[in-house]
């Protein structure tokens, strides 16, 4: 649909309809250009700074995390295995 025929169209509704049409008209554009002005991270930034990110980060068990894993699987294999 072509704008002038758009514009014909709103033209010839009501007064009321008409400001039904501008209301969602500033209502999309409001929703599409606040998620257009989003930088990609930029909501990371506050996750970053929040304490519970990052709390195992200096912990020693992770100094080799796939160790750390393999043993826990180990564990829960072996606990499954010894069960009648």
């Known amino acids: 649909m072509e704008a002038r025929e758009t514009l ?36 990371m930034k506050g996750l970053r700074a929040d304490p519970f990110i990052g709390m195992w980060r200096d912990h020693e068990v992770l100094n080799d995390a796939s160790a750390y894993v393999r043993d ?10 010894k069960r009648p």
């Open 8 to 43: 014909r169209k709103i033209s010839a509704l009501p007064p009321e309809a008409q400001a039904i049409v501008l209301d969602l008209l500033e209502t999309l554009s409001k929703r599409y250009s606040a998620k257009a002005k989003v930088k990609p991270g930029s909501q």
């Open 72 to 81: 826990i699987r180990r564990g829960e294999w072996e606990r499954r295995v």
